[in-house]
């Protein structure tokens, strides 16, 4: 630093791959939580999953006065939590590296004393956090509470409902990892945002054609696309059941693992 | 030069996309405390050079060091010691300028706040945003984007700062006040800017280097650039055309002359101009005038033409090119 720095500043003490990071995190946690942007999204999700479940209870409770079966409850949530969240997370995420490759921003950041893999990092963290918190824990504490006051279900077990919203959030965090990967391997925001539906399709309807699919597939972890046969490992933590395999979510950590990998891997190589 | 007093030195960066060579083995020398102005036309490589430097971009071969910190190895630590000022600035269009000037700080800075605060506010000051300090940046102008951009590149009194166009978008007063920032700066950093505004380099800059189509065509001080390559010439205005006899008669007689390398004579109207390049000045002074005069030419000007950087620069281009 130059003759006329002032003394009275103390320096940045991370070292290694940690290098920005702090400050980096610090700017993605401002651009959700000191914006309007934490709670547009969970104005968005408690309006989808919250919304649609407690039609759902609704829906139940009239059911049973006819005594017919309501609609399948732990699926829809399934369906609602696990499904559209990860749509919602191939939305959200799709210009997080991307956009900011293309804009420039990412360039401006990386002539300052930062590693690339905190760079990505700070992405992952914040953005994995913001989006649990907005889409998964809140909405789910919402559903709990409804069950628990509106529904015959009652309330669940507290400790196989939080599996469940683990399950979730592990869930969710897969989809997150991919797009994020997606962004540092492509320029464009329509294939940062194709790859992920596409695999999501084909672990939609994969299984039909490989059966195997289903042990690796994250889908397995929110909702089954064929429930008669296999409950979901989130279902069947709040229902109490045993799992029927641990392998997605086995598969689902290690390809997450993967996808991180990769991301730090392919921008450290990424030319500005 | 001491490699100790070199600031940046590359030896052979080189920089390929695939067939093109943005980059052809730069032997780049930039001394301490010097404002050093990296010239060349559009695509000569000097961005390429700049992103090469900040790591932005891996060369293709060769390498350099910066500060005596080698540009491949210790890239972050580099960026911990300089300011950048990019070509066409970016910045998070949701922040204000204040908050991305405190972003920019606390990538060197972890306090104290009120330090922090005061040296956004220096900064804010020196480049002349107190107005918009807190208004977001997506409504700035091209000019005010570009006056963030100096003041986050000096915030954290860098040793060296590079800069990509700093006077781009800005209006004659924004230019002025960039370069009595830069003229500021180099009593304790050097400076290594790219420009396109000749005028300027001329006005500030110490040290001159030109590339041309990823080379490095010449690096000099200004003075010894400006002083050209060892001829001098005189522009003279004679009243007469190019035909008349004693025209033509002088022009053979100063063509003769030893110390004369070469004439170039142009016809304007009903006036004869020559531009007569000397190989030595002391002969020239004393005799070329007398010699005009003798041979009875009307001289309406005399004098020794004074050289700008512009003709230098489109000179050494077009000889780089041939």
């Known amino acids: ?272 | 030069m001491n490699s100790d007093d070199l600031v940046i030195s590359t030896e052979g960066l080189s920089k390929s996309f695939g067939e093109v060579h943005a980059l052809k083995s730069l032997d780049l020398r930039v001394p301490q405390k010097s404002i050093f102005a990296f010239l060349g036309p559009n695509g000569a490589g000097k961005t390429t050079t700049i992103k090469l430097l900040l790591g932005l971009l891996k060369p293709t071969r060769g390498g350099g060091k910066i500060l005596g910190m080698d540009i491949l190895r210790e890239s972050v630590d580099i960026r911990a010691k300089i300011g950048y000022l990019p070509q066409d600035p970016r910045f998070y269009e949701h922040m204000t300028a204040r908050q991305t000037l405190e972003y920019t700080a606390r990538f060197f800075y972890a306090g104290p706040q009120a330090e922090i605060d005061k040296r956004v506010n220096e900064m804010i000051e020196l480049v002349g945003l107190e107005g918009k300090a807190d208004r977001p940046i997506r409504g700035f102008s091209g000019g005010e984007r570009q006056r963030l951009g100096i003041a986050q590149a000096e915030i954290n009194y860098p040793d060296l700062l590079i800069l990509d166009e700093p006077a781009a978008n800005l209006d004659p007063q924004g230019r002025r006040d960039v370069l009595e920032v830069m003229s500021r700066i180099r009593k304790y950093a050097t400076i290594f800017y790219c420009t396109h505004i000749l005028d300027d380099v001329q006005r500030v800059s110490d040290q001159v280097a030109i590339v041309n189509q990823g080379e490095l065509v010449t690096q000099a001080p200004i003075e010894e650039l400006l002083a050209g390559s060892g001829d001098v010439t005189y522009s003279i205005t004679l009243r007469g055309n190019a035909g008349d006899q004693s025209v033509a008669n002088a022009y053979t007689q100063v063509h003769q002359q030893p110390w004369v390398s070469a004439i170039e004579a142009r016809q304007q109207g009903e006036q004869t101009t020559w531009q007569v390049s000397v190989t030595d000045e002391e002969a020239a002074k004393d005799q070329l005038m007398g010699l005009l005069v003798s041979s009875g030419l009307k001289v309406s000007n005399f004098g020794r033409k004074e050289q700008n950087l512009e003709e230098i620069f489109f000179n050494i281009i077009e000889r780089s090119q041939k």
Request: aromatic share 14%; proline share 5%; hydrophobic share 55%.
């Open chain 1, 1 to 272: 630093m130059s003759a006329n720095a002032s003394g009275q500043f103390q320096l940045v003490k991370e070292k290694g791959w940690r290098r920005g990071l702090g400050n980096m995190s610090q700017g993605e946690y401002s651009a959700w939580f000191k914006s309007s942007r934490w709670w547009k999204q969970l104005i968005i999700w408690f309006a989808i999953i919250n919304g649609m479940m407690g039609t759902m209870i609704y829906a139940t409770a009239q059911a049973a006065k006819t005594g017919n079966d309501g609609p399948p409850m732990f699926f829809m949530y399934g369906l609602f939590g696990g499904m559209c969240v990860a749509f919602g997370v191939m939305i959200i995420m799709q210009r997080v590296i991307v956009g900011e490759k293309r804009s420039g921003t990412a360039a401006w950041v990386l002539s300052k004393p930062v590693t690339r893999t905190a760079f990505v990092v700070s992405r992952l963290v914040v953005n994995s956090i913001a989006i649990l918190l907005t889409s998964v824990i809140v909405p789910g504490v919402v559903f709990y509470i409804s069950l628990g006051l509106f529904s015959d279900l009652g309330w669940l077990s507290p400790l196989g409902f939080i599996a469940a919203l683990l399950i979730f959030s592990l869930h969710t965090f897969y989809w997150v990892a991919l797009v994020l990967m997606m962004g540092t391997l492509s320029e464009s925001s329509s294939v940062v945002i194709a790859v992920p539906m596409t695999l999501f399709l084909a672990f939609w309807m994969g299984p039909g054609l490989i059966p195997g699919l289903n042990y690796i597939s994250p889908l397995l972890l929110t909702f089954s696309p064929d429930p008669d046969n296999i409950n979901s490992v989130a279902a069947s933590f709040m229902s109490g059941e045993p799992v029927f395999s641990w392998l997605p979510v086995i598969s689902t950590v290690v390809f997450s693992i993967i996808f991180i990998a990769v991301a730090i891997w392919r921008f450290n190589r990424q030319e500005f």
